[in-house]
């Protein structure tokens, strides 16, 4: 799988943000025939065309206008007959984070983090109308860079996120815990950090500082699902991450996440996707 990291130095000077047009593209890696991944977090805004992106063996149509939002290392493979009118925005995210002070902020989002509901937001002609406003701010701004174009990016950008996640909270019908619950929002953060080697609602508990029937609570309000269920989907998706993205055996991938024996992961595997781990692989693939 080919894997593209941010060039941080297009512009001369470090700079952790960009936005272009998908024909600027050299190739267009939406036209690519191979699976993809990049270390960034994108944000595709489509105008106009349609076309399907294949997230972990299942296409997600889309129709523009619309809004397709990847974090970093999701592995993709694009169906299009036509490539799209469409504007990207990537970013690293430490350029959000360092200038907020706030390590949870990406987390925040539901559309970056919400495992219930598709990373992507259909919408009307006049809200793609005020992100095209924002979006060509973000673009002039990029094209003309001054001493104090880091500011205004971070500021252009922060306000495009927080318009997404709007719409996005609207369009799904999202009740808002996410945002606002700060213990929910650290233990996502926990389970990213530490979900290879910690994999019980005790051991999370007691990261946070509450007892397990708090944990259990704020699951239920925020993703209605119980702590074990969460911390089970985390782990399922860093295995399948590893599966697509690494060249480790099936073996090896287990005892990285601390399973006592691989036959113990290909059992936890199969039982939530119904494929051995290998044919996860192989089928992805193919």
Not at 119 to 132: A, R, T, V
Not at 182 to 197: A, M, S, V
Not at 223 to 234: Q, Y
Not at 248 to 276: C, G, M, Q, W
Request: aromatic share 12%; with cysteine; glycine share 4%.
């Amino acid at each position: 799988m080919i894997k593209f990291d941010f060039h941080k130095y297009k512009y001369g000077k470090e700079l952790l943000v960009d936005c272009f047009h998908l024909s600027e593209i050299p190739g267009r890696s939406i036209s690519m025939k191979e699976i993809h991944a990049t270390s960034f977090y994108e944000m595709f805004f489509f105008m106009e065309g349609s076309g399907s992106v294949v997230l972990e063996g299942k296409p997600l149509h889309f129709q523009a206008p619309a809004v397709l939002l990847l974090p970093p290392a999701v592995p993709r493979k694009w169906q299009v007959k036509k490539p799209p009118e469409c504007m990207l925005v990537i970013f690293e995210g430490e350029f959000m984070e360092t200038f907020l002070k706030d390590q949870l902020f990406l987390h925040r989002l539901y559309y970056f983090n919400n495992i219930d509901t598709p990373p992507l937001l259909p919408l009307e002609g006049k809200s793609m109308d005020q992100f095209q406003t924002l979006l060509a701010g973000i673009k002039q701004e990029i094209g003309c860079l001054a001493e104090d174009s880091q500011q205004l990016l971070r500021a252009y950008l922060y306000q495009l996120l927080i318009m997404v996640n709007r719409s996005y909270s609207v369009y799904y019908k999202l009740k808002g815990h996410l945002y606002k619950n700060t213990e929910i929002l650290k233990f996502r953060g926990l389970l990213k950090q530490h979900i290879r080697e910690k994999q019980s609602v005790k051991e999370y508990a007691e990261l946070l500082g509450i007892n397990r029937n708090r944990l259990n609570q704020l699951t239920q309000e925020a993703f209605g699902k119980p702590a074990t269920v969460v911390i089970r989907n985390e782990l399922l998706q860093a295995c399948k991450n590893e599966l697509l993205t690494g060249n480790k055996t099936i073996a090896e991938i287990s005892y990285d996440f601390n399973f006592s024996a691989p036959s113990n992961f290909i059992r936890f595997f199969k039982s939530l996707t119904n494929v051995s781990p290998a044919a996860y692989r192989q089928e992805y693939a193919n």
